[in-house]
């Protein structure tokens, strides 16, 4: 069983950034893949990132390439979620993820999930 338990999030104005965390419970975070998916109002949960259970292989989703960095540290249990260059396109409820068996992009594949915390991006 791991527990999920985000902070950060917040309102920022386009072009800003912001930190999200996801610290976990119980001693076998580090045998989990973990993953950031996002949820706007009146569309499906989409994926924006994963990492594998080493921390050695990040996946990004296209959308947010090279603005958004995914780093965990298993020493702490927790796993980031570094934002840049925000547009208002990202306005979103951020969830982090665990997966038991490596990242997929897929929110049906995970097992266990952070309470959501709200993302709000101005123009």
């Known amino acids: 069983q791991v527990q999920l338990v985000m902070s950060g999030g917040g309102l920022v104005q386009a072009g800003g950034s912001l930190r999200l965390s996801c610290a976990a419970s119980?001693?076998?975070?580090?045998?989990?893949?973990m993953g950031w998916f996002r949820q706007a109002p009146g569309k499906e949960r989409e994926f924006v990132a994963a990492?594998?259970?080493?921390?050695?292989?990040?996946y990004y989703a296209d959308s947010v390439k090279g603005r958004f960095t995914i780093s965990r540290d298993n020493a702490k249990n927790t796993v980031y979620l570094r934002m840049n260059s925000l547009k208002p396109e990202d306005t979103a409820v951020y969830y982090c993820?665990?997966?038991?068996?490596?990242?997929?992009?897929?929110?049906?594949?995970?097992?266990?999930w952070g309470q959501g915390t709200q993302v709000t991006v101005s123009s």
């Open positions: 119980g001693r076998t975070f580090s045998s989990y893949a």
């Open positions: 993820a665990a997966r038991n068996w490596g990242w997929d992009p897929s929110y049906h594949e995970y097992d266990y």
């Open positions: 990492i594998s259970w080493s921390g050695g292989s990040t």
